[in-house]
């Protein structure tokens, strides 16, 4: 303990059983008396102030041991009466996070007085321990002791916290009773209560009438809007404060980023960058979280990770903003290489970490790597966490293994809509259209209320399952509910009529929807057109696709992949000059396979791989045992104008066949294998595979940008339908 000679010299006669008696200066009042800390060279003992020397004592304390010594000489020498001096005992206690210390002296004192109150109250708030706050507000009230303007803002602080909403507004009720509704700091504390508890308009109501507005109290109001989903408003506040000149900190700029993060406002967002830089807070560590965070959604990720960098131990909150940037930016391998870097490092991840790791391996789609992940959450506090566990439903749903979704989902305690849904909509995915009603059902008999996921989830299955009808009815079932049908749930309606052959009434639907049809709705109307080559109608929609989002070039592609396999040749030249006008690149195709935990990716006619020339004698037996099987290639598949000859080497060349070779001659016998492909798989590999899967007597599942197709013994799970 770092004590000045003097007090040192005291320290040690005071503890030896040859410490004279002296006169205690006793006092209970609010108001502590004045103080005389003179002292004569020769005689230590000479007008002796306890209160001075134990509260010095108490600030120079560097451990909680400290303080059961000075409360043992305390009760020694009588002092635990001494108001002044049991007051800063719980202050230094509670700033120790030693509040059980705080709390018997404070149980010891016989008539505490408003500011001992406010000492045990605040030390509660402070540690984040609301209720108690809270608790001890309330006795407060029950001993007849008024509240001053240095109570209610930690009362107020634990309202917010826990949220007590009413509590909160009876407070409030206190305030005015007391006279404090123009304290600017209890002010600035019932805005941040209200902002806290997503009470918006009654926090703005509050700042609204104060007439002198600090820091603190725009800073309250910012930061109110901004985590409550009124990103706008957040800036719209920020920009009255600059004009009322008032100088932002850098809690108010965390606030701003966040708002700038929401609304992806890239530019305004480095515009603050550079404001931060300019007042010297560049390494200030909430600013470099948010700042990381908005160039990561904003889709900036190798910016994002050179201020990560600069962190020699990033903290959770760091790692959580860089791991979701890489996830949501699709960068899955390197959130997942930053998510395994976290846990080397002996980083602690929370629910955000693992659900935004969960993401980058749905992504990712290796059911190897998905299956860790469940291991390692199953030993993590997190096992029983309702969105972790959403999250891995979703994730092996999208990693091939619905079977393994319905474990996770089997394995959930008290199942809310979201845990529901997003097992309904992994049925969907993989076209189990009637264990998604059968799911749906016991939901309903669970009497969980569905929401908008849970029918686009249905609608989904139907569609993947031709079940025409029964989406029909689950369509209009949605007003039963109270649920608005939005543009998702029109699109799975026009996909479901579209693909089964129902052209003329998608159409119609589309004409009598009671909103504006989007991208979406049209992109299903002329996927269908593609299937049953109605050219017109294929064009008309087009048509609207490209004035709703001219510059997708899947549109294009579509529209030619329609004149193409209606030998309309010069419709395709006509959209490829169309493409090239507007600067458009076709998307290539490709096809990844797992091979003990690692994606390897295919092209069509890729012969970069090192086992090339195994891959393709493979491939070449494969093609002559599915002509000895009496296979007959769909040439209409190859979308150019080619002769037949090579039309059939140009099939037997695409993606997904080069990924099924590389994974028969990488795999022992039995062994299913597990592809990705980002189009959708054409009708001449569909064929193809499903009768390779008897040859060779493997399960084949292929995940396409629509849907799952798992193959076994010459059949297909969707039943040719997708």
């Not at 305030?175 to 209890?186: E, L, P």
């Not at 079977?403 to 305690?413: G, M, Y």
Request: glycine share 6%.
């Amino acid at each position: 303990m770092a004590l000045s000679a003097r007090l040192a010299s005291l320290f040690v006669l005071h503890l030896s059983s040859k410490f004279p008696p002296f006169k205690c200066l006793n006092h209970y009042s609010s108001l502590p008396l004045q103080l005389n800390h003179h002292y004569e060279e020769n005689n230590l003992y000479y007008r002796f102030d306890p209160e001075f020397y134990y509260t010095s004592l108490l600030e120079k304390s560097t451990h909680k041991r400290h303080l059961g010594q000075i409360h043992t000489h305390l009760l020694l020498h009588g002092l635990q009466h001494n108001g002044y001096i049991v007051t800063k005992f719980v202050h230094v206690s509670s700033n120790f996070g030693a509040i059980s210390c705080a709390r018997e002296m404070f149980d010891d004192f016989p008539d505490p007085y408003v500011f001992l109150w406010n000492a045990i109250i605040r030390g509660y708030s402070r540690n984040n321990m609301f209720s108690d706050a809270i608790k001890m507000y309330i006795k407060m009230q029950e001993a007849g002791v008024s509240p001053d303007c240095f109570t209610l803002p930690h009362v107020l602080k634990a309202c917010g916290g826990l949220p007590a909403v009413e509590i909160g507004r009876t407070v409030h009720g206190h305030i005015y009773r007391h006279g404090f509704k123009s304290d600017v700091f209890v002010q600035n504390g019932l805005v941040a209560f209200y902002a806290k508890c997503g009470q918006i308009e009654r926090a703005r109501i509050v700042f609204d009438g104060l007439d002198d507005r600090t820091l603190v109290s725009w800073t309250s109001i910012i930061s109110g809007c901004s985590q409550n989903g009124h990103p706008l408003e957040a800036l719209r506040i920020f920009s009255q404060m600059r004009e009322m000149g008032v100088e932002p900190d850098w809690i108010t700029l965390v606030s701003v980023l966040k708002a700038y993060t929401d609304i992806e406002g890239l530019e305004q967002g480095k515009s603050v960058h550079g404001f931060v830089i300019k007042l010297g807070l560049a390494f200030e560590l909430d600013l470099l979280i948010a700042l990381t965070s908005m160039y990561a959604k904003c889709g900036q990720v190798a910016f994002a990770k050179s201020l990560f960098d600069q962190m020699e131990v990033p903290n959770v909150i760091l790692y959580n903003a860089m791991i979701s940037g890489f996830a949501k930016n699709s960068c899955s391998d390197e959130a997942m290489k930053l998510f395994w870097e976290m846990i080397s490092k002996k980083v602690r991840p929370d629910s955000v970490t693992v659900c935004s790791a969960i993401l980058a391996c749905a992504q990712l789609g290796s059911l190897e790597q998905a299956r860790w992940m469940d291991e390692f959450i199953n030993s993590s506090p997190y096992r029983n966490d309702i969105f972790v566990n959403t999250a891995l439903i979703d994730m092996y749903a999208k990693c091939g293994s619905v079977d393994l979704a319905r474990k996770v989902f089997n394995r959930t305690l008290n199942k809310d809509v979201v845990v529901w849904s997003a097992m309904i909509v992994g049925y969907g995915l993989h076209g189990r259209g009637q264990e998604a009603i059968d799911l749906f059902c016991a939901m309903n008999q669970a009497g969980v209320h569905p929401n908008d996921v849970t029918f686009i989830g249905l609608l989904t299955a139907c569609n993947h399952s031709g079940l025409v009808e029964q989406g029909r009815d689950y369509f209009h079932s949605m007003s039963n509910y109270g649920i608005e049908p939005r543009h998702q749930h029109y699109a799975c309606m026009v996909d479901l009529l579209g693909r089964a052959g129902y052209l003329e009434q998608a159409y119609e639907f589309i004409t009598q929807m009671p909103i504006e049809p989007s991208v979406t709705v049209w992109g299903a109307l002329l996927s269908a057109c593609k299937i049953y080559r109605h050219v017109s109608l294929g064009e008309y929609a087009a048509e609207q696709l490209f004035s709703l989002d001219p510059l997708n070039t899947g549109h294009y592609v579509q529209l030619s992949n329609l004149y193409a396999s209606s030998r309309m040749w010069g419709g395709v030249a006509k959209v490829r000059v169309l493409m090239k006008e507007r600067g458009l690149t076709k998307d290539f195709g490709y096809s990844m396979i797992e091979i003990n935990g690692r994606l390897q990716a295919f092209r069509m006619g890729d012969k970069s791989h090192p086992r090339s020339k195994e891959i393709f004698k493979k491939l070449e037996c494969l093609e002559r045992r599915l002509k000895e099987a009496g296979f007959v290639p769909d040439t209409e598949s190859v979308l150019h104008d080619l002769n037949y000859e090579d039309k059939e080497d140009s099939l037997c060349n695409h993606s997904e066949r080069l990924a099924i070779a590389y994974g028969l001659i990488s795999t022992p016998q039995g062994t299913t294998l597990r592809i990705t492909k980002n189009l959708r798989a054409c009708v001449n590999c569909h064929s193809a595979t499903k009768l390779i899967s008897k040859i060779v007597d493997r399960e084949i599942v292929v995940r396409d940008v629509n849907r799952f197709h798992h193959f076994k013994d010459g059949l297909c799970s969707c039943g040719d339908y997708w």
